[in-house]
């Protein structure tokens, strides 16, 4: 078996690169650095069944290797990168996905989307299941990332629908774990750093908007369960334990064993209030429910940016 990953150098494309080379694959991983870091593979760099391409998928790319399977996880994927990065957000979900599904489609290989919980926007219906059609703003300062994964879901089912690829789409929910980028600019990252460096927590508007977080060994083995299925409508991968993010901001204090305070700054343009997945189909379908509770998890990337920091 012959697997590109995009966003190979990113925090969830790295670890699959790892789940698939651990399965005997060979791996071709593709970057273009705009938030990816090659640190995240440098333990993979001898492995005689993984390479690495530097290239923007934005652009077209030709094989001439025979592929198996596709999974297309570059783009920005944090507020503070895609905002930095519309245009590039927009064109790797719109571009970028075709381009991918060229590959599969040439290739005649399983193709595999990374779409986003950020398809639902700020919702109004929780939890959210996979048929809400969703509450996006698509000219909001979100709307490049949301607006880009909702394209990029449509043009995936218009392949399969036209050209019978053999896709698959996951809906990713907040995820999280070692290969995380310090200055991501999410909530968990931002709160780790902040008091590992003995800084206050900054909460932003009064911390009752919720989040449901899953590490990302989880995510992996959903995705790993969902290529081999044949089953082409979307599927959430997510934690449905929901906490508010002034709880989260509470728990890290305490397992960092800190007293440093909580500061409040004003929540930013669309910024959901709620977020819990409905995995239903993901448990009927796959068998598959997050294993790894939200205090080993913590524990888990808290030592990693430690290391990082040289804590």
């Known amino acids: 078996m012959r697997t590109l990953i995009t966003g190979g150098a990113g925090f969830i494309g790295s670890h699959l690169c790892e789940r698939f080379l651990a399965e005997g694959h060979e791996v071709i991983a593709v970057d273009n650095m705009i938030t990816g870091d090659l640190a995240n593979l440098d333990h993979l760099r001898n492995n005689p069944k993984f390479r690495f391409i530097g290239h923007d998928i934005s652009n077209p790319l030709k094989l001439k290797q025979k592929l198996d399977n596709v999974l297309h996880f570059a783009s920005p994927a944090s507020?503070?990168?895609?905002?930095?990065?519309?245009?590039?957000?927009?064109?790797?979900?719109?571009?970028?996905?075709?381009?991918?599904?060229g590959l599969a489609k040439a290739h005649g290989a399983r193709y595999l989307l990374a779409s986003t919980s950020e398809v639902y926007g700020d919702p109004l219906e929780h939890p959210q299941k996979e048929s809400y059609w969703g509450n996006v703003n698509p000219i909001g300062i979100r709307g490049c990332y949301d607006e880009a994964k909702r394209f990029a879901e449509s043009i995936t089912m218009a392949y399969h629908r036209a050209h019978k690829v053999d896709t698959r789409i996951i809906r990713i929910f907040n995820t999280y774990g070692p290969a995380m980028r310090l200055n991501d600019g999410r909530v968990l990252p931002n709160f780790m750093y902040q008091v590992l460096m003995g800084e206050p927590l900054t909460v932003y508007g009064d911390g009752k908007q919720t989040r449901s977080f899953q590490y990302v060994s989880d995510l992996v083995e959903g995705i790993w369960r969902l290529l081999w299925k044949d089953f082409h409508e979307p599927v959430n991968l997510g934690n449905p334990a929901e906490i508010t993010i002034l709880e989260f901001a509470e728990e890290i204090r305490k397992l960092a064993g800190s007293n440093t305070p909580i500061v409040f700054k004003p929540l930013p343009q669309d910024d959901p209030k709620v977020r819990k997945p409905d995995i239903t189909r993901a448990k009927e379908l796959l068998g598959w429910e997050p294993v790894v509770g939200r205090e080993e998890g913590l524990k888990r990337t808290l030592e990693f940016f430690k290391r990082k920091l040289g804590k």
Do not use: F
């Open 79 to 101: 507020p503070v990168d895609y905002l930095e990065h519309p245009i590039p957000t927009l064109k790797v979900g719109a571009l970028g996905t075709h381009n991918t599904l």
